[in-house]
């Protein structure tokens, strides 16, 4: 065999693995997302008020926050690929659970056990691409890994709703879990083995945690993942609502706002990928950034609005959002050394996620339901959103690479 051979052979196998790990983020996200746009009927069928629909998308975040910052003792000491599939495994089992909860309580039971499995699978997904992908395309392959988003948008999000209108709230977790055991399958097979990076003792996990969180990059690092996550929850968990109860959207269109913002991001993830990669991703993220605010403030206070402006304003918020991830994920994946980049994809994980859940918890204590129906409070969880993203700005600069 040719060394173009060698070569060819090499990129399709890489590429077949980034697509097995997309599926991984793909159900992954869609299992989170797919909660947000059943607000409303939660609402109804449950009887229950904005704030505690707040807490069970936050009792997701929350548990895989800690369990994200549990696992970061021990990632590096075993074979990356044996983890994603015993976590993802439980996370199937876990969106099981979800599809057979009989009420809040035990929904809520489901919904920590997918997060604790489902959150560190994401981190392990991350320091797969970190280990396995050259930081020179790192951007790209950080790019095509979250088109899941777009594509749960795109095609879960809307599928989901309809399943739901149909057959009832469950009905899209048995789906997502039926597609669980079919990845399973996939990444058993395109993603390689990868050695362990630590030896095994519970000292040297002590030591290798210590040295990941005394780092000063790495703090940085850790309290960028913190606004920005924070920024999208304030404002995410709620839209939905806000849509259909303050800006007269009709309930049948909601799938229309994720399959217009999940189609273009589709096109643009990987198009800020390359250019972030062409350009510098600080100057990359920090553009996105500053477009995303002004779009964060016109969702947060829309008043009465045709259809049309709706989608054309949450496609573009959508579009912000979820390409800001993608130069700060190549930036975030080069900050740290390879020896530790499991433990601190990780513990990164774990920031993501308790942030998120804070700032879930936090959008549900500013939001409520007023006597004529509308979410008031909305607006103030736009505001802190938009002062979010202006640290982000400030912080990017101060996160500095390290020899790959």
């Known amino acids: 065999m040719t060394d173009s051979d060698n070569d060819r052979a090499g990129r399709f196998a890489e ?5 097995g790990l997309a599926a991984v983020q793909f159900t992954h996200i869609l299992d989170f997302m797919i909660m947000m746009p059943l607000g409303p009927k939660f609402m109804r069928e449950f009887g229950i008020s904005p704030e505690r629909f707040g807490v069970l998308l936050a009792s ?13 003792f021990y990632l590096d000491r075993f074979e990356r690929r044996r983890v994603l599939v015993t976590l993802y495994a439980g996370f199937t089992l876990g969106t099981l659970g979800c599809a057979l909860a009989g009420g809040y309580w035990s929904l809520m039971a489901a919904r920590v056990v997918a997060g604790a499995f489902g959150g560190v699978a994401g981190s392990v997904v991350l320091a797969i691409v970190g280990d396995a992908v050259a930081a020179e395309r790192r951007g790209r392959a950080m790019g095509l890994i979250m088109t899941a988003f777009s594509l749960a948008s795109v095609l879960g999000m809307p599928v989901g709703l309809s399943l739901a209108d149909r057959f009832g709230w469950n009905a899209p977790f048995f ?3 039926a597609c669980g055991l079919a990845v399973l399958a996939v990444i058993s097979r395109v993603v390689p083995v990868m050695p362990a990076h630590a ?3 519970a000292q040297g996990a002590l030591k290798r945690m210590g040295a990941i969180l005394r780092e000063p990059n790495h703090r940085r690092a850790f309290a960028l993942m913190a606004v920005v996550t924070g920024a999208g929850a304030l404002i995410y968990p709620f839209m939905s609502p806000s849509l259909v109860f303050n800006a007269g959207l009709p309930e049948d269109r909601l799938a229309l706002v994720y399959l217009c913002g999940g189609a273009a991001t589709i096109v643009t993830s990987n198009f800020f990928g390359r250019l972030s990669d062409r350009l510098g991703r600080v100057r990359v993220f920090s553009a996105i950034v500053l477009m995303s605010a002004p779009l964060t403030l016109g969702v947060t206070h829309l008043p009465p609005t045709p259809v049309w402006a709706i989608l054309a304003l949450t496609t573009c918020f ?4 979820a390409g800001r991830m993608v ?8 900050s740290v050394e390879p020896r530790h980049r499991g433990g601190f994809m990780s513990v990164n994980s774990a920031v993501q996620q308790l942030s998120g859940g804070l700032a879930t918890a936090l959008a549900g204590a500013l939001v409520s339901r007023g006597e004529s129906g509308r979410l008031e409070g909305y607006g103030y ?6 002062a979010c993203v202006a640290l982000s700005v400030l912080l990017v600069r101060r996160v500095r690479p390290v020899a790959q």
């Open 15 to 19: 590429r077949a693995m980034l697509l």
């Open 60 to 72: 997701y975040s929350f548990s895989a926050g800690i369990a994200g910052f549990l696992a970061g």
């Open 175 to 177: 789906v997502l879990a």
């Open 199 to 201: 030896a095994h003792s």
């Open 318 to 321: 959508v579009v912000s959002t």
């Open 327 to 334: 130069p700060m994920m190549a930036i975030l994946s080069t």
């Open 381 to 386: 969880a736009g505001w802190l959103s938009v």
